[in-house]
């Protein structure tokens, strides 16, 4: 059974840190892309971040570059999102995603506000 499970998420203030967890079972998560996704309220869901199998490209939307870092560890079926220097309008639920199965986990809520 495919699972893919999201923790980390919770409140923070502006100019804060985060990091996020997404792990996974059921399938070999060393042969598939993995991506993080986040929805806000209102508004459309929007990719934030993606990383090769491998951990050797990765890719990010402007509105997060230079500031949420994608990474994986293979040998612990689990792909990571640190984010630093938090906004409010990166409020949202934030979803791991096994682009290439459509596997989804169930989103952790990250808030930023003071």
């Known amino acids: 059974q495919v699972q893919l499970v999201e923790s980390g998420g919770g409140l923070v203030h502006p100019g804060g840190s985060l990091s996020l967890s997404c792990a996974v079972s059921g399938f070999h998560f060393g042969s598939y892309i993995m991506r993080w996704w986040r929805k806000a309220p209102g508004k459309v869901r929007e990719l934030v971040a993606g990383i090769s199998s491998t951990a050797a490209t990765t890719n990010y939307a402007d509105s997060v570059k230079g500031r949420f870092t994608i990474s994986r560890n293979n040998g612990k079926n689990t792909v990571y999102l640190h984010m630093t220097a938090l906004k409010p309008e990166d409020t949202a639920v934030y979803y791991c995603?096994?682009?290439?199965?459509?596997?989804w986990g169930q989103g952790t809520q990250v808030t930023v506000s003071s």
């Open positions: 995603n096994a682009p290439q199965k459509n596997w």
